[in-house]
Each structure stands twice: as C-alpha cells, then as structure tokens.
C-alpha cells in the first residue's frame, strides 16, 4: 500500500511540474476570489495487518467541505470511513466499522509554481490534517479472543482514538464549478485500533475517487468584461453628405 501512495504520489507530482509550465501570462491570481467546495468521495480502505492485502481491503466513503482562502491555501473539515479489517495470524479475519471526522489544511501545486487559473485541468494539491475516529462493532474480534495472543487488545463497545493524517490529491476539470477527484490518504491511529498488538501507530490507507463541488466561483473580471460597443451620435458632426440623388446629377449636369 505504501508502494501505492508512493507511485501515485509521483504521478500526481508529475502533472503539477507539467502544468507548471504554462504561460504565466493566462494566470490571474489578481482575479482570486475566495469560495466554497464540497467533495463526495467513495472508494477502498486498507488496515496493515498480518495477511493478505486483497484480505484486508473493504469499502470506505468521504463527504467533506471546505473554503479556499488564497490561490495555494484551503481548509477542508469531513466525515470519512465505513468498515476496517484485522487478523489473527494470517487465519481469522475480523471486520468493525468506524467513522472519522477530519480536518485538513491544503496546498494547491500548481498555484504555488505557475499561479492560479481557475479553468486549469488538472490541479494536483497535497494535504495533512488531524482527526477523532470512532470505532465501533468490533464483536467479532471480541468473540475470537481466545484465538489473540495473551497481551492482546481487544476492545469492545465503541472507542475514540486521535489520529493524524497525510495525502495527496488532483482534481481534474470538467467545468469551472465541477471536477473528477482522485485522492489517497495515509492515517495512523493508536496501536489498539485494530485489537491487536503492533507497532507504535496502526495505519488505514484509502484510496477514492469522486467528485469535487466549486460554490460562488467569480468569473475572471479580465474576460468577463464587456467589449465597449460603439454607439452612432442621433445628429453627428462632420457627418459625411449624402450621395446627390440622380434628379440633383441631372441638375449639376446641365449646369
């Protein structure tokens, strides 16, 4: 899953040295105007533990909305989450749910090297952020207890835990108000998480994709004027003559 975030982390960072390089002359970050967004996400979430990867996947969903303030700087607060998995030495594997709410602060790539433009393509951003997760419906790690080992972890109820958070993300335009997300993202949590004895920190990856949500969005003053239209004065001066009419040629002729 590292290998993953790492891969897609870099494809990500491509794009934004690709789209660095447009013309700085079509960036108007003197016509930025703060604004709205929300963002619907659904995709795959990955616990570590002690088995198989495809084993421990299961579904996940975000909803999540924010403000940007500058051309580089957004803070987006959501609720995230749906179901985690663990195992027990690669044999039993466990399934509870969780929710988690976030808050994020996020940079715009693109902005910071080439300046803001808001009918840019592909506009890759990083974020980091903290969060309150609540786990719940751990009753079947409860109910193979005695398959754990003797300093297990094992919670039942419900349990709060902080957690810190980091990823990476683009969204691709499709209009000026809409835009196709894509986003991974890396949580540590406390080493009880998952009822098992680790590490220092228990780690649920995602992956998602969805749809991005761009509210009170000012049009770019530069483009949005209006061209001047001339208007013919009712009695102008100077004015050129009419043509003489052919009974005036036949006058002037026969002078």
């Known amino acids: ?10 494809v990500m960072l491509s794009a934004t040295f690709i789209y660095g390089q447009e013309d700085r002359r079509d960036s108007n970050a003197g016509d930025f105007s703060g604004h709205w967004f929300i963002q619907v996400q659904g995709g795959m979430g990955y616990t ?3 088995t ?3 084993d421990l996947l299961s579904p996940s969903a975000a909803f999540s909305f924010g403000y940007q303030f500058t051309p580089v700087w957004s803070l987006r607060a959501g609720l995230g989450g749906w179901q985690a998995k663990g195992a027990i030495s690669g044999a039993e594997v466990y399934k509870y ?7 994020d602060v996020m940079a715009d790539i693109c902005s910071i090297f080439s300046g803001y433009r808001m009918s840019r393509e592909v506009s890759p951003y990083l974020f980091a952020g903290v969060g309150l997760n609540g786990a719940f419906n751990n009753d079947t790690a409860s109910s193979l207890a005695m398959a754990f080992p003797s300093d297990n972890l094992i919670w039942d109820g419900s349990r709060l835990f902080p957690a810190g958070r980091f990823g990476a993300g683009t969204n691709i335009r499709i209009t000026d108000a809409v835009q196709f997300n894509i ?8 080493d009880r998480f998952n009822s098992k004895r ?4 228990d780690w649920q990856f995602g ?3 969805g749809v991005t949500f761009r509210i009170g969005l000012k049009k770019n003053r530069r483009h949005a004027a209006a061209e001047p239209v001339s208007v013919a004065p009712s009695d102008p001066v100077g004015a050129v003559q009419q043509e003489p009419q052919p009974r005036q040629l036949r006058s002037l002729y026969r002078k």
Do not use: C, D, P
Request: hydrophobic content about 55%; cysteine-free.
């Open 1 to 10: 899953m590292k290998r993953i975030l790492t891969i897609a982390l870099a």
């Open 48 to 50: 570590v533990g002690e």
């Open 52 to 54: 198989k990867f495809v």
């Open 97 to 103: 749910n969780f929710l988690q709410g976030n808050v």
């Open 183 to 190: 986003e991974v993202n890396g949580n540590f949590l406390s």
């Open 198 to 201: 680790g590490s220092a920190v």
């Open 207 to 209: 992956a998602q994709v």
